[in-house]
């Protein structure tokens, strides 16, 4: 069974540019959540899909958007880029949610805002 | 900030001891889920324990949970090398569907 793939695995962007990052979940789930980590803040939830629906989102600015499509792919979008964007972003996919089972978790997209 | 805090943050021992770190976490829970992060495998699941569960093993790892005192810890029996990595406690709450909160972390290291 193939796991979480997330692409590109490595970006540098530059201030004031949009990125977009994909990631695909495992087969069979639906839910498909995005994390944040920088050595500061940790790991912060950015928002989460169910069936195209983003069912929670964190306190992350409109800059910070995302989309589910029918096939449980997601992507996630960042526009207007600041130096503080540079994180390493993470997607993790579950069956239904975490709220009863475990989440998987991609290698990551490392983002680098110059 | 909804983050738990995990003790300790960091713990140096040597390989065949075992490791216990510790967390507090602040929301009524589901479940709580300890995850690994290191940079050859990445964020790795380890354990589940429902809220209604006290205590959960898997092959070397103990987990334990106290809802009374909103606490949780994770025991690793007879270490190795291969054990170095940062351990997270994490809750899973409420109506938080897709959501995790993570702490900030544990960073173990384990001597050979």
């Known amino acids: 069974k193939a796991g979480v793939t997330q692409t590109p695995r490595y970006l540098i962007k530059t201030r004031g540019q949009q990125v977009t990052l994909s990631c695909s979940p495992i087969?069979?789930?639906?839910?498909v959540s995005w994390y944040q980590q920088t050595p500061g803040q940790g790991l912060q939830f950015l928002f989460e899909?169910?069936?195209?629906?983003?069912?929670n989102k964190g306190n992350f600015p409109g800059r910070f958007s995302g989309r589910q499509f029918s096939n449980s792919r997601s992507e996630m979008n960042v526009s207007t880029l600041e130096l503080g964007d540079s994180a390493l972003y993470l997607c993790?996919?579950?069956?239904?949610?975490?709220?009863?089972?475990?989440?998987?978790f991609g290698q990551g997209t490392r983002l680098t805002v110059v | 900030s909804q983050q738990g805090e995990e003790d300790p943050q960091a713990l140096s021992i040597q390989e065949g001891e075992n490791a216990t770190m510790n967390c507090s976490y602040k929301?009524?829970?589901?479940?709580l889920q300890w995850y690994r992060q290191n940079s050859g495998r990445g964020l790795v699941h380890l354990i589940l324990i429902r809220s209604n569960e006290r205590e959960k093993h898997s092959g070397r790892l103990r987990v334990t949970l106290d809802t009374s005192k909103k606490s949780s810890s994770l025991l690793i029996t007879a270490s190795r090398a291969a054990d170095t990595a940062s351990y997270f406690c994490?809750?899973?709450?409420?109506?938080?569907?897709?959501?995790?909160?993570f702490g900030q972390g544990t960073i173990l290291t384990v001597h050979p």
């Open positions: 899909y169910f069936s195209e629906t983003q069912r």
């Open positions: 929301t009524s829970i589901n479940n």
């Open positions: 993790a996919s579950s069956y239904g949610g975490v709220l009863n089972t475990e989440a998987f």
């Open positions: 087969s069979g789930h639906r839910s």
């Open positions: 994490v809750e899973a709450g409420g109506t938080s569907y897709g959501k995790l909160t």
